[in-house]
């Protein structure tokens, strides 16, 4: 094994401006004209082929081994999220209502640096790494539109890794697990529709919100009393908009929010008892209930051969890290769409660290990571995809 840790160590002032600067000037997604003029610019001055605008503000680029070998796709995302920063930090966002509050600033640096440490070992590579800068990963469909365009062929790729910095875990700790890791996730909407009136007279309308708010507490029972405790799902309603002022019953109510899974067969169960709730509510309250479900993404599942490949470099390189083998989250990811054309491994790499106030959640305005991360990570993907390039032939 190369000492990918010295090598990741020896650029980490490369790998933390480039976050920084990706930090300070985040944009969302299908708008990453900044970031990808950036992305491409650094991998041409590797040498490498690099095709733009791929996907809309995708990024593409091939680094040829010296050696035969597989084909091994990388794949890190770069859209930020319409949410107003309040870090404080000097490298805090100039774009107002839009902020790095998911760790994708670090993964295009984690990505770059990885390109710059595997180009160093190119005459010794066995095999192709083909690098995926990916826009609209946050609900969007990046990853679909990038596989629309052909991100996926010429060449393609034997397998793949993508990873995730993660607020959830302190840094020194690895989440590295096969099958599924993340959930399908799925939009719905919902319209309730009854008859307005005055507040004072409730008797004379078909109130809506009353319905909407039944509907809110009656679908809790879908997870909790649907699903076995021994597998998992999640109904939320996350948005209820209806109404103008305090003695108007408004006609209609519209809500929306999401469903997460990760079998199939859990799927089938908590939409049919969703929509039988919606009807039930809808006769009961005297309102028309309408639905829509709309699905985001497929899960994320783990190729269990090439994760425990994964597990062992974890192993060598960080042996005083806490890596997590059965490690699961309900959220959602477009890495999967990809997975299911191509086998891989997603892992995530702790990266809070309470002692610096540096563990904000995810999607939070005052998410910020712990800087050590990043020069793991770096570390930690270009070792993978070496040493698996090596293995997988």
């Given at each position: 094994m190369y000492d990918f840790i010295s090598e990741a160590k020896d650029i980490f002032d490369y790998t933390r401006t480039l976050r920084r600067d990706f930090h300070h000037h985040p944009e969302l997604g299908f708008q990453e004209l900044r970031t990808s003029e950036i992305v491409a610019r650094e991998l041409k001055a590797l040498g490498m082929e690099v095709a733009t605008g791929v996907?809309?503000?995708?990024?593409?680029a091939v680094l040829e081994g010296g050696r035969p070998g597989p084909v091994a796709?990388?794949?890190?995302?770069?859209?930020?999220?319409?949410?107003?920063?309040?870090?404080?930090a000097e490298y805090a966002s100039v774009n107002p209502g839009v902020m790095h509050a998911c760790g994708h600033d670090g993964h295009i640096a984690i990505g770059l640096s990885v390109a710059r440490i595997l180009h160093t070992y190119q005459a010794n590579l066995a095999g192709t790494v083909k690098f995926i800068f990916q826009p609209a990963e946050e609900g969007l469909g990046g990853a679909e539109a990038m596989i629309a365009e052909g991100a996926l062929e010429n060449p393609k790729a034997d397998f793949c890794l993508a990873l995730h910095l993660w607020n959830e875990r302190p840094y020194g700790w690895l989440g590295i697990s096969p099958g599924p890791v993340m959930t399908a996730g799925e939009l719905f909407k919902i319209r309730v529709t009854g008859k307005g009136g005055h507040g004072a007279l409730p008797h004379l309308a078909k109130d809506p919100v009353l319905a909407a708010a039944t509907i809110v507490t009656t679908i809790q029972s879908v997870a909790s009393r649907n699903v076995s405790p021994l597998q998992s799902a999640v109904v939320s309603v996350t948005a209820i908009h209806g109404g103008e002022t305090f003695n108007v019953i408004p006609p209609?109510?519209?809500?929306?929010?999401?469903?997460?899974?990760?079998?199939?067969?859990?799927?089938?169960?908590?939409?049919?008892?969703?929509?039988?709730?919606?009807?039930?509510?809808?006769?009961?309250?005297?309102?028309?209930?309408?639905?829509?479900?709309?699905?985001?993404?497929?899960?994320?599942?783990?190729?269990?051969?090439?994760?425990?490949e994964v597990q062992q470099i974890a192993g060598q390189l960080f042996p005083k890290f806490n890596m997590d083998k059965d490690f699961r989250t309900m959220v959602s990811e477009d890495m999967a769409f990809v997975?299911?054309?191509?086998?891989?491994?997603?892992?995530?790499?702790?990266?809070?660290?309470?002692?610096?106030?540096?563990?904000?959640?995810?999607?939070h305005p005052k998410f910020d990571i712990e800087e050590g991360a990043l020069e793991a990570a770096t570390a930690f993907m270009s070792a993978a995809t070496a040493n698996l390039l090596v293995g997988g032939r």
């Open positions: 996907g809309k503000t995708g990024v593409v796709l990388l794949r890190f995302d770069m859209d930020a999220l319409p949410i107003q920063e309040e870090t404080g209609r109510i519209e809500m929306q929010g999401t469903i997460r899974t990760f079998e199939p067969e859990v799927r089938s169960r908590v939409t049919e008892r969703f929509q039988e709730i919606l009807a039930g509510v809808a006769q009961a309250m005297d309102c028309q209930v309408e639905v829509e479900i709309t699905s985001l993404t497929p899960p994320v599942i783990n190729e269990r051969r090439i994760t425990t997975m299911e054309e191509v086998p891989g491994c997603f892992f995530f790499v702790g990266s809070a660290n309470s002692e610096k106030g540096l563990d904000a959640p995810h999607h």
